[in-house]
Every structure is written in C-alpha cells, then in structure tokens.
C-alpha cells in the first residue's frame, strides 16, 4: 500500500510513460499537475464506491439556522462528509441535503435527531485498500495522459482501464461483509 501521495501520483506517472517526481511541489511540470489534480480526484474516486477504509458514522449537529420550509429541522454535515449512504431516519420521514443561507451544507428532515452512514473524505493514504490505489492512480493518469504525453490514444486506453480496474475494484471491496437482505415493502405486499 502507498504510504504517501507522491507514491500514487508516481504509480499515474509511469502508467503515463512520464518521470517519477520526488515531491508534489518539486517545481517539475508532471508535479505541478500532480499537486493540483490529487486531492480532487481523490475525493471524487472515493465519492463513485462505498470503499469500506472510508465508511463512517456520525450523529449529525443540529444547525442553529432553522429551515425557511418544507422541513422543521436542520443538521450540519461535517465538512469531511463526501456522500451520504444512509440515515438512522424511519423509512417514512423525507431528508434531503442543502445548503442553508449561511452557506453550511445541511440534511434537512422533520426529526429532532440524525445519524448517519457517510463516505468519509479519508486523506491517510496509509489505510488505503490496494484496489482503491490502482483506481486512484489510473484516474490520475487519464487526467495527466494528455498534458504529459500528448496522446488521445493513450488517454482513450487509461479510460478504459480505470473503468475496467474501478468494476472490478467496487466488487471485492462489496464482498467484504455479509450479504443485505431487502425486506418486503407495502407494494411486494400488495402483491401477494
């Protein structure tokens, strides 16, 4: 497993034919392109799968600015919070994520208490699954293939790698864990 950025941004460089760096403000042109691409692409692999190393839980802040409608409370979402995966809401209570008018992002719903299952935005890459680094470093490699090697041929190829690597990554990291079960809803009911 990598135990730094550099290290991921260096396996996309080579994957890309181009120099590995020493550091992401070494001043080289793949560097400067490594510095600005990583955290955002990191964070939007990280949004595409529930990675396990990035699954948390947290009951969720009351905000002190009340909802303008629709609902009767609001709840601040941490700013490390990517994406929701679930609530500890009943099945039958609405929420829906905002930004409030004080600029917070907010889950809005009409209970006076949330927790949350959520896609952490995990910067230690020390905890990083090995699939999830693979998926990462092509990732940055389909964004540095053009401004390094100039070669739409070689992007089309990372592309369709980084898809291929990111399917088969999302299903070993689902099959850690038991299976879920779907209870039967009112409509399957009805049915029989």
Known sequence: MATSPVEICNSALIKVGAARITSLSDGTKAALICNEQYPKLRREV????????????KALAASVVEPEYDYSK???IPSDVLRILSTDLPRHLEWVVEQNSSGQRVLLTDSDTCKIRYIKDVTDTTIYSADFEESLALRMAV????????STSLTRELQRQYRESLAIS???DAQEGSVEEFE???WLEVRY
């Open 46 to 57: 990280l949004r595409q799968h529930p990675w396990n190393f990035a699954i948390r839980r």
């Open 74 to 76: 609001a709840f601040v």
């Open 143 to 150: 964004d540095l293939s053009y401004a390094l090697a100039q």
């Open 170 to 172: 999302r299903s070993i």
């Open 184 to 186: 039967d809803g009112e």
